[in-house]
């Protein structure tokens, strides 16, 4: 399985754009890289995937150089509700995601 | 739609005792099944996981154990309980490809 790298803590404020880059250096032909949101109490809730360039839906972007080797999870003016810990995993097909430690982002006022 | 039931939200139990954690799905058929443990201030480690009836696989060894009587039933059990058992159990069920995960509301265990 693909290890991930990403940072263990960021702080923003309020409107301002968060990028969380997630490094992959071995990850694999087939894999897919997978962004997931957990708030306190609660499971992970997906958040965004992708394969390669760029993917956007309504809540975030994801990055994903040529290479593959890191991803970046962009989220566009966040809000103190966007205060979480932000998983990034690489995996395919039936093969059981290992959750990482996370990124935890604090959003200020 | 697709559904995923966990029960208890909150349990308090003495060393030594049992466990039985339940979680079964709805809306969907032969999900791929999922236990995952959080500690306090930790990440998700994954417990077990099951791609089908009677198929489980273990990823810690422990005193734990999982068992999938039915296609969207999926049961952690243990038969003495330890004090670092104590954490937020999460079960999850993907369709296979990709891996998209969708999480139970957990069962937050202490184990006094």
């Known amino acids: 399985l693909a290890k991930t790298t990403q940072p263990i803590s960021m702080d923003s404020y309020e409107g301002q754009e968060v990028n969380i880059t997630c490094s992959h250096n071995?990850?694999?032909?087939?894999?897919?890289i997978t962004w997931y949101q957990q708030f306190p109490s609660q499971g992970p809730r997906f958040i965004i995937q992708?394969?390669?360039t760029k993917v956007t839906n309504e809540v975030a972007s994801l990055f994903i150089p040529a290479d593959r080797k890191s991803s970046t999870l962009s989220l566009p003016r966040v809000s103190l509700s966007d205060t979480a810990v932000y998983y990034c995993?690489?995996?395919?097909?039936?093969?059981?995601?290992?959750f990482g430690k996370g990124t935890r982002l604090s959003v200020i006022a | 739609s697709q559904t995923i039931h966990q029960w208890p939200a909150t349990l308090v139990q003495p060393v030594g005792s049992p466990l039985s954690l339940e979680c079964t799905v709805e809306g969907t058929s032969n999900p791929n099944l999922y236990w995952y443990r959080q500690a306090a201030g930790r990440g998700l480690q994954l417990l077990f996981y099951?791609?089908?009836?009677?198929?489980i696989s273990s990823e810690v060894p422990q005193n734990l154990s999982a068992s999938r009587p039915q296609d969207r039933q999926f049961i952690l059990s243990s038969k003495k309980l330890l004090l670092s058992d104590s954490g937020f159990y999460l079960c999850a069920w993907s369709t296979g490809a990709y891996e998209k995960l969708f999480f139970g509301s957990g069962t937050q265990l202490s184990v006094l």
């Open positions: 995993l690489v995996g395919v097909g039936n093969t059981p995601l290992v």
């Open positions: 071995n990850i694999a032909t087939n894999d897919y």
């Open positions: 099951s791609v089908g009836i009677g198929q």
């Open positions: 992708g394969y390669k």
